[in-house]
């Protein structure tokens, strides 16, 4: 990590990316656990949590061959408890958000894998994890947030977060039942 100060948000601006959506490929659990020894062996105790959580988590879902990495540690504002470690282990800073939920985001320099970290309080993790479990339950869930996420790719967009907002609505309304029965927070 640079000794300068770091801008809030995209470290290195927006990004205009091509968003494609392809079938399920079962070698993206592999790819997981792969990854996730990697960050456990670099951060050793310091990652209480390590999921695989985004679309790449659920079987038979098409998504964006992107493997998304949840990980907990006791407080993510303590970088230097993670942050230089998982640099080393060869990931890249891309998201820095102190006013978000102490949000940090790595990846991957092929930009194929990304690293959330969260501390342990943080109401992020069991939004990702219900919506990984429901997704994975539930066909009714499934189909339509994939067919929304095909639609959405087949538009351009300025960068990847403007089709991740565009999401929005129905990663909602697939929560609706989770928030409702008080296992996420309202």
Known sequence: ??????KIGLIGGVET???WIVDYDSDWPQKFETHAKRIADAVGGSALRIEHVGSTSVP?????PIIDILVVV???ADESAYLPQLEAAGYVLRVWEPD???HR???TPERDVH??????????IARNLSFRDRLRRNDEDRRPYERTKRELAAKEWSDMNAYADAKTEVIESILAPSRAAGEIPQ
């Open 1 to 6: 990590m640079a000794d300068e100060p770091l």
């Open 17 to 19: 990316r091509e968003i």
């Open 60 to 64: 038979d879902l098409a998504a964006k």
């Open 74 to 76: 006791p407080d993510s």
């Open 100 to 102: 978000w939920n102490e």
């Open 105 to 107: 985001m790595l990846r």
């Open 115 to 124: 690293v959330h970290v969260y501390s342990t309080s943080c109401p992020e």
